[in-house]
Nanobody, 114 residues
Framework: QVQLVESGGGLVQPGGSLRLSCAAS????????MGWYRQAPGKQRELVAL??????TYADSIKDRFTISRDNAKNTVDLQMNSLKPEDTAVYYC?????????WGQGTRVTVSS
């Protein structure tokens, strides 16, 4: 069982930056998929960014603004978010998947507002 704990959410003004971090415990392998999803109020959960076997995938809405990084030695995955917009407001969830088995963190709230 993989456990995921997020940190780094908060309130930020439009145009600002935040860095989210996720620490994973349990058996984590390099080929596991790890990344971030988000869920805005009244909307479905959506993919933000994912790293699988060294390959990264980004949602179109955040390309060139967000950067995902992973440290396999520390079992962490971070999300650097720049040029934040009000529409980035959501609860952000850390995600792990191996052989189709998914794990989720408890979520960290990001609010972008002036």
């Amino acid at each position: 069982q993989v456990q995921l704990v997020e940190s780094g959410g908060g309130l930020v003004q439009p145009g600002g930056s935040l860095r989210l971090s996720c620490a994973a415990s349990g058996s984590i392998f390099r080929f596991d998929a790890m990344g971030w999803y988000r869920q805005a109020p009244g909307k479905q959960r959506e993919l933000v960014a994912l790293i699988t076997s060294g390959r990264t995938t980004y949602a179109d809405s955040i390309k060139d603004r967000f950067t995902i990084s992973r440290d396999n030695a520390k079992n962490t995955v971070d999300l650097q978010m720049n040029s934040l917009k009000p529409e980035d407001t959501a609860v952000y969830y850390c995600y792990h998947r191996r052989y189709g088995i998914e794990s989720w963190g408890q979520g960290t709230r990001v609010t972008v507002s002036s």
